[in-house]
């Protein structure tokens, strides 16, 4: 264990300022050192990341910096009990672009303020001296930030110290790499046995979707244009190739309109395509980027959204020239659901939301609110907030039978 000397030589332990913000950083410092100094009985193992990379490192691991914050969304689902009693710093993103996340788990967790916040590897601005400093057990980094790193040699500058550096991936190919991710961290976690039940819980809500679909013959599914945050800025039309949101709405029972024109997970569509293959239903994503973007014409959605402000915001987006003569408008299936379900384990959530609008008729007991609730209680450290999702005209529009 470390003497007082060695304690007394750690930067800023003498140096806790008054107030609260100043006590939290302490706290957070002091933590820190606790868990330094004390050493845990560990088991070198050798994993294969979502890059198939083979990476040793000495497990459970008690150390973890995220290099995106909403990595959290999985980390906490794996160890609810104590979602950040490994984490030593990570990403501020969550802050920035999922603040009302952010805000559920502060007001739980209020250390969490305390914790460094790095920039982002993907971005050039992850200090590597920082991540040196805080001797973490590995460093999760999504798989955007691989070409950054490589640039920089980050691995190889990191594993001559000791820190092991582990990709994971909700975001890119989720389809691919989620299941594979959460069987990762969960290994690095010893949480094995949870990855799987929640592993188990995820493949069967999908399963409720896509069993029931593949029973139907002469399925007919409806042109699906998901408008990828509008209103964050001025410019349209972002929207989702083959994977990602694109790919739930294929898996829900949709053809989704980025998949026939985009090669990669994300793109853009011209204003004049969008009208001319006049999709039958559009679905924006949305979520509060007050901090990002504040003012913005974004529908806010998230844990606790004002739902009716959310609806007039996408009332209005719906006018803008590429959408307003579209099906889709006509029959009032215009709908709205939080960004954030593509950057975490939770699509399959998505997917039932997605189902329920395509094909009502198909789905009338399935209850997406019901799964999100229990995966809440059974997993997550936040009791549910409703709030991630809205629509114009109901599940199947206004006076509009699914087809």
């Known amino acids: 264990m470390a003497g007082r000397g060695e304690l ?18 302490c706290l957070a410092l002091v933590l820190v050192v606790i868990t330094s100094a004390v050493p845990a009985s560990a088991e070198q193992v050798s994993v294969t990341d979502v890059l198939g990379r083979v990476v040793t490192v000495a497990v459970p691991v008690q150390r973890v910096i995220l290099g995106e914050g909403r990595q959290i969304h999985a980390g906490a689902a794996l160890d609810r009990e ?75 500058k990191l594993a001559s110290v000791g820190i092991p550096v582990v990709y994971v991936d909700f975001r890119h190919a989720p389809f691919v790499n989620t299941e594979p991710s959460l069987r990762l ?8 046995e949870i990855a799987e039940e929640l592993i188990a819980f995820r493949s069967r809500e999908i399963a409720r979707v896509t069993d029931r679909l593949a029973g139907v013959a002469d399925l007919r599914r409806p042109l699906v244009m998901v408008d990828r945050i509008p209103g964050y800025s001025d410019d349209c039309c972002m929207t989702f190739g083959p994977e990602n949101f694109g790919r739930m709405v294929e898996v829900a029972g949709g053809r989704n309109l980025g998949s026939l024109l985009l090669p990669s997970t994300f793109g853009t569509v011209n204003p004049e395509t ?6 039958d239903v559009v679905i924006a994503t949305g979520g509060n980027w007050s901090a990002l973007a504040p003012g913005g014409a974004w529908v806010g959605l998230g844990p606790g959204a004002d739902l009716a402000e959310a609806k007039r915001k ?34 399959f959530v998505a997917i039932q939301r997605i189902a329920r609008w395509l094909h009502p008729d198909l789905f009338p007991d399935l209850d997406p609110e019901a799964t999100l609730r229990e995966l809440h209680e ?19 529009g206004a006076g509009h039978a699914a087809p």
């Open 185 to 192: 961290m969960g290994r690095l976690f010893g949480r094995s």
């Open 314 to 347: 996408l009332a209005n987006l719906a006018k803008r020239p590429a959408f307003a003569h579209t099906a889709a408008v006509k029959s009032g299936r215009v709908h709205a659901i939080w960004h954030q379900f593509y950057n975490n384990p939770y699509q």
């Open 8 to 25: 007394d030589r750690r930067p800023g332990i003498g140096a806790c300022g008054q107030g609260l913000a100043a006590l939290l950083h």
């Open 82 to 156: 104590a979602p950040f009693r490994r984490i030593v710093a990570w990403r501020d993103d969550l802050q920035k672009a999922d603040p009302d996340s952010y805000r559920a788990y502060l007001e739980r967790y209020p250390i969490i303020a305390a914790l460094p916040a790095l920039g982002a590897m993907s971005e050039g601005n992850l200090d590597i001296e920082t991540v040196i400093a805080l001797k973490p057990d590995v460093l999760f980094l999504n798989v955007e930030a691989q070409i950054a790193s490589a640039e920089t040699k980050l691995v190889e």
């Open 378 to 396: 059974r997993f997550l450290p936040l009791p549910y907030q409703p709030g991630y999702w809205v629509e114009l005209g109901g599940e199947g």
């Open 274 to 279: 969008i009208i001319a293959m006049n999709p």
